[in-house]
């Protein structure tokens, strides 16, 4: 059972039939996300990147790293067999371990902090979806095997471009002499490279898109509104503290001022607050409209 506050704040938000389904659904994609990111995480520690210098190359993967693949993994698997109680408590264990080991660095590091809110907010998100009551393996049902596969094909595809771009990038060269070409965080030696890299990744943003958008409509309105707020939190970072990053880059630890953590902390909360009233708004126009159309057929003729 979830608690009575997980209970009140997404009560409204669940209302409709098939709202805890859709927010279930949502657990489940971010779940498979952070699972991804995890495994990648990984794997830039296995395997060195050649483009950067020798004493900036990681010395391999630690225990964290082992123990964010399997605890996501273990989310995965438990959501997909339908045990919710056992993936909520594993996402919420993942949401308590980032404010133990990386929460504490705020006053040390606060730049390498900023950076992980996006992915903390993602693991909120997984554990408050996953908290709200469905119907066991419903959510499953609802995703479908092809919807699955697509899905998790299309990530495995994602994955594999951006470990290739990382793993044949232009390797360190003292002199600094070298050519490339470069589209974002993209880079290759041959245009034709970087063109195949872009083309993957539209065809697996497609194939995504085109898995979610056959969804019921309840369940289908809901996942935006949970990846909106980290949306929202992760252009603020990149946009509005663009200058805080840069400066803390070149000139060492900068603490970030109150004013500047109360718009991380306030963008994704109001952000998230005003999706979820407009998909009730929608759906309460939507079932009034219902209501209407009976009303109308079950009236005699006169």
């Known amino acids: 059972m979830s608690t009575p506050t997980i209970s009140r704040f ?15 659904v949502t657990g489940v994609l971010v779940a498979l996300v952070l699972l991804a990111v995890a495994g990648e995480g990984l794997f830039d520690q296995v395997v060195p990147d050649p483009s950067l210098p020798p004493p900036l190359r990681p010395v391999g993967p630690d225990l964290v790293d082992w123990i964010r693949v399997a605890g996501w993994a273990g989310v995965c698997f438990a959501a997909l067999v339908g045990l ?21 660095g705020v006053a040390d590091q606060p730049a390498y902090v900023v950076q992980t809110l996006p992915q903390f907010a993602l693991a909120v998100v997984a554990a408050v979806a996953l908290s709200v009551p469905a119907p066991p393996r419903r959510a ?38 070298y050519a490339s070409y470069v589209l974002y965080d993209l880079e290759a030696r041959s245009r034709l490279v970087l063109w195949a890299y872009v083309a993957g990744l539209a065809a697996a943003a497609v194939a995504i898109v085109a898995a979610l958008a056959t969804l019921a409509r309840q369940v289908r309105r809901r996942i935006p509104v949970m990846l909106a707020p980290v949306a929202a939190l ?50 309460e126009t939507l079932r009034m409209l219902a209501l209407g159309r009976d009303a109308d057929r079950e009236r005699p003729a006169s």
């Open 140 to 177: 499953v049902a609802v995703l479908g095997v092809r919807r699955l596969a697509a899905l998790v094909l299309a990530s495995l595809v994602v994955l594999t471009i951006l470990e290739l771009n990382r793993l044949t990038a232009v390797a360190y060269d003292a002199t600094g002499w």
């Open 10 to 24: 997404s009560g409204p938000f669940r209302s409709a039939p098939g709202g805890g389904v859709g927010l279930a």
């Open 234 to 283: 992760a252009l603020v970072i990149e946009k509005g503290l663009a200058g805080w990053r840069e400066s803390s880059f070149y000139l060492g630890r900068i603490p970030l001022v109150p004013a500047q953590w109360a718009v991380l902390v306030l963008v994704p909360a109001v952000t998230f607050l005003a999706g979820a009233l407009l998909v009730r708004r929608r759906e």
């Open 84 to 104: 919710r109680r056992v993936a909520a408590g594993l996402a919420w264990v993942a949401v308590a371990a980032w404010a133990v080991l990386v929460a504490p």
